[in-house]
């Protein structure tokens, strides 16, 4: 199927043996003979597969349901080996979806899945503190929990780290999520978020624009952001109530 | 020694030692096999292990969990089933879930059991080393005191050496308890011997009053650390060689339930020291003065936005002092409560936690007042008729020329206020019984040294009060009106003293909720309040029938219309003469940045469900903020009878927390 812009959404897993990018997208429902790999991107692997699920909440208007009622997307696993440890990062249009397929998995294996979550505050500090390059924060979201009535409160700007503003709440809330820009490809620049509990996601406008979620996932490992969970940063999601 | 699998905790004869013990996943809710083992584990940390083994129940493993110090109990069908490994060791399927846990287990007890019988010549007990060596502890010298010390000195070792003996094993969180138990029976002891021998005859001491005092807090403290001996550490590995003297516990106590309550204490205990709100208010005694003071007889809480100096503001110490400990248990007279050295939970919260009734998180009320005694004592403290004379001038003394002398005179005022309001309501009562229209009380400008006594006693605890409910409300329920407002009238339901004096909880929450409103106006903030409150209670009415309730919304709407300010509900007198102890409470007690650290949890998530796990999850790290955590819980709660999961929620809510 022709690739189609929209959302996505991400987790990191820590690869192994039992658990190669091919088993996580058949356990993502891809048809065997669909899995595919796409052009590299950078030091990541890409495979892509489809699976048809009864929900489209894409924008767009070209999607058309099969004879049961389902609509196909695609699902894309990135492999990459940074500093001698193997990596996926999983990523789907349907948030539910991946939870759901994510949580049969964990629960097939003897042992569970481990995923990864950023220290938000070692992020912020990396981003405030080195330059700009292609990658960069353009918004950071902190948790207020020292003021009554305030839950988010998000800033927004060239460089949102660097404000008075943000500085001022230090004692007052925790970092809670991030937007980076990312301009690895000569179109538009990408915004990737990130929260505190390993959740990703961006508007993808084409599939080569999924190297600035790759990217940012590089810098993350690289500097030694991640800390390993077994807990699903899906969890954070309400409950169930989708037939996807 | 024979095993019984029964529906129920009730003994099946006398001799009978019982738990009720509750299953990881339904399914393993099958009895007994006929053939098996049970290990028994003490963990480090329940929360991990129960993590760890939550993906092990089933293929013959089922897993269940308690209130006892062995809070995993795992049940293993069939033989041994032994193998030999590459180093030609025989190992069991047991050994293989022991291995899985190793590194978070104190103790593990295995009993074979054939049938219905243990194969009690087969127990075996396997202990793990402390992750760190334990602290050592020196008795406390006592050969050389009077005998009323020397003998309450003389249990206390006995007493702690049991209580650390096994604490340093199985739960050595409890570590800087026994240090600070141990310093203060110490300094007790010290004390006492700067005055006395052991042949000192206390009547011909100067100050037999004083040194009855400190007897009586040696008898505080070994009462309540033989209560935590017997709940905390009472049963220990052999279980056969213990037992807990509670019936319904009796086979495993409740050493879990003890290790969260404390779990919960300490956390706000230690987030408060690190604070040091007590050093940063003594630091701020000579500054200046936030308010012109008494005369012409009323402060301007408007000018205080502008003064310099608050808790928040003043710079904390380079050296913390260490946190005040309190003894922490589970109290079926005393329910929740405190004292100088100890703070109690309702016994009811063991089971029923997960209730809106019992909620663990009205330790925080009671912790809050231990808290801010000290800080009234660092103002209002007078210990003899010199440090009253000085009090009482500081009152008199016109304009404040320092911040402590501007809030001493602001705290004497508002006491004589409050009992000024009380006094009048009184006079009208009487007055309308003789049928009189107008009432008058006089009080001499300057303050006697007998009104400053006759305040400081009788008045002080409803100043408490209201300072309290403020930080309460603001630090442990988010100024969450629905959440506050439900815990606080679900828990006084169960207090039989608060229906005759209802006006006076009601005046209370009004003043807690009014802590949001940012104008000065106290006729708005009393409409405000009241109508928030009438709210909340409406809320709580409309899910079912409550008595107390009702009665306070009746209090409240009678408060309301009755605007003239007659009848002894006059809600509007009383709130204007205590609001402006709510305004100085929050511009010069709370601080954001206390209240944004009790709260710090990374496994907070934003929106409605802040921890987004469910009863019988564990996640695979430790939950930061025990207080923010049950008031996420508290949030999803419902009335006791209405959860058929009552006392199985509550055991996950204790277990999730260790």
């Known amino acids: 199927m022709k690739f189609e812009p929209r959302r996505y959404s991400a987790v990191l897993l820590a690869a192994d043996r039992s658990l190669t990018a091919r088993q996580l997208l058949m356990a993502l429902d891809c048809e065997r003979s669909g899995i595919k790999p796409v052009t590299p991107i950078g030091e990541w692997s890409v495979g892509a597969g489809t699976v048809r699920v009864r929900a489209n909440y894409s924008r767009s208007s070209r999607a058309v349901a099969d004879d049961d009622g389902l609509y196909p997307h695609r699902v894309f696993v990135a492999d990459a080996t940074i500093d001698g440890r193997p990596y996926h990062l999983v990523a789907s249009p349907y948030v539910r979806f991946l939870a759901k397929c ?123 952001h991640l800390a390993p969970t077994s807990s699903s940063p899906l969890l954070r999601l309400p409950g169930e109530d989708s037939d996807l | 020694m024979h095993l019984v699998d029964a529906a129920s905790t009730e003994l099946v004869d006398a001799t009978a030692r019982v738990s009720a013990v509750y299953p990881l996943a339904n399914e393993a809710d099958a009895p007994l096999p006929s053939s098996g083992y049970l290990v028994f584990l003490f963990p480090r940390s329940a929360q991990t292990v129960l993590s760890k083994l939550t993906r092990h129940v089933g293929e013959g493993i089922a897993v269940f969990a308690s209130h006892g110090l062995a809070s995993v109990i795992l049940v293993v069908t069939g033989g041994p089933d032994s193998e030999t490994d590459a180093d030609g060791a025989e190992r069991t399927r047991i050994d293989d879930l022991l291995d899985l846990v190793d590194g978070d287990l104190c103790a593990a007890e295995i009993w074979p059991f054939e049938g219905e019988t243990v194969l009690e010549t087969q127990t075996t007990v396997r202990h793990w080393s402390p992750a760190s060596a334990p602290a050592t502890f020196e008795d406390v010298e006592a050969s050389d005191l009077p005998y009323e010390v020397r003998t309450e000195v003389e249990q206390f070792n006995l007493n702690f050496q049991y209580f650390w003996a096994r604490a340093y094993k199985y739960c050595d969180e409890y570590e800087d308890l026994a240090a600070w138990l141990q310093e203060t029976v110490s300094d007790i002891a010290r004390t006492v011997a700067a005055y006395a021998r052991a042949d000192t005859d206390p009547a011909s001491l100067d100050n037999p009053q004083q040194h009855y005092g400190l007897v009586s807090l040696l008898v505080e403290i070994n009462a309540c650390l033989t209560m935590l001996n017997s709940q905390a550490v009472g049963v220990t590995p052999p279980l056969t060689q213990s037992s807990f003297p509670v019936g319904e516990y009796s086979l495993l106590g409740i050493g879990s339930a003890a290790r969260a309550a404390w779990r919960i204490y300490r956390h706000m205990s230690d987030i408060f020291a690190n604070a040091q709100h007590l ?217 039989p003293n608060v229906q005759p004096k209802i ?40 899910a079912g029938d409550h008595g107390l309730v009702g009665l306070a919304r009746s209090v409240l709407d009678e408060g309301e219309t009755n605007v003239s300010g007659s009848g002894r509900t006059d809600l509007r007198t009383r709130f ?38 469910d009863p019988w999850e564990f996640p695979d790290s430790r939950i930061e903020s025990p207080t923010g955590f049950l008031l996420d819980r508290f949030r999803r709660m419902t009335r006791a009878y209405e959860n058929d999961r009552l006392e199985s929620d509550s055991l996950w809510q204790l277990l999730v927390l260790i």
């Not at chain 1, 929260?195 to 490992?221: K, P, Q, T, Y």
């Not at chain 2, 000085?390 to 508002?414: C, D, H, M």
């Open chain 2, 576 to 613: 204007g003469m205590a609001f402006p102890l709510v305004r100085w409470t929050k511009q010069f007690l709370i601080s954001s940045e206390l209240h944004a650290k009790l709260a710090h949890d990374e496994l907070r998530v934003a929106g409605e469900r802040a921890y987004p796990i």
């Open chain 1, 102 to 224: 994510l949580k049969r998995l964990d629960d097939s294996r003897p042992m569970p899945l481990i995923y990864f979550k950023p220290s938000m505050s070692d992020v912020f500090s990396h981003f405030e503190t080195t330059r700009p390059t292609r990658l960069a924060a353009t918004r950071i979201s902190v948790l207020m929990e020292g003021d009554v009535g305030l839950e988010i409160v998000s800033l927004s700007g060239r460089n949102p780290l660097r404000s008075d503003l943000r500085h001022a709440l230090l004692g007052v809330a925790s970092p809670y999520a991030i937007r980076v820009k990312g301009t690895f490809i000569e179109k538009r620049p990408v915004n990737i978020h990130a929260d505190r509990h390993g959740n990703i996601w961006c508007h993808l406008g084409s599939e080569e624009a999924l190297i600035n979620m790759a990217a940012f996932a590089s810098v993350m490992i690289r500097n030694g």
């Open chain 2, 279 to 495: 050093d940063r208010l003594h630091a701020m005694r000579h500054g200046a003065p936030f308010d012109s003071g008494v005369v012409p007889y009323r402060f301007n809480p408007a000018s205080w936005e502008s003064s310099p100096l608050s808790i928040e503001t003043q710079p904390p110490g380079a050296d913390p002092s260490p946190p005040r400990r309190h003894i922490v248990y589970f109290s079926s007279r005393w329910g929740f409560h405190q004292t100088i050295q100890s703070v109690s939970l309702s016994w009811q919260c063991i089971n029923g936690n997960a209730a809106t009734d019992w909620n663990l998180l009205t330790l925080s009320h009671e912790f809050l007042h231990s808290h801010l005694r000290e800080l009234l004592d660092e103002l209002l403290l007078v210990q003899d008729d010199a440090e009253l004379a000085a009090l009482v001038e500081a009152y008199n003394s016109g304009e404040p020329t320092t911040w402590s002398i501007a809030a001493k005179q602001f705290l004497l005022q508002r006491l004589r206020w409050i009992d000024h309001g009380l006094q009048l309501i009184a006079a009208r009562d009487t007055a309308e019984q003789n049928g009189q229209s107008h009432v008058e009380i006089v009080r001499s400008a300057p303050m006697t040294a007998e009104e400053a006594h006759h305040l400081l006693r009788d008045r002080l605890r409803f100043l408490e009060e209201v300072i309290v409910h403020v930080m309460d409300y603001i630090y442990f329920y988010d100024a969450d009106d629905e959440l506050f407002v439900s815990s606080l009238w679900h828990s006084w339901a169960l207090v």
């Open chain 2, 503 to 542: 006006d006076e909880y009601v005046l209370r929450t009004l003043l807690a909720l009014a802590s949001t409103w940012r104008s000065h106006d106290e006729t708005q903030a009393f409409d405000d309040a009241s109508a928030r409150l009438d709210s909340c209670l409406a809320s709580i009415l409309d």
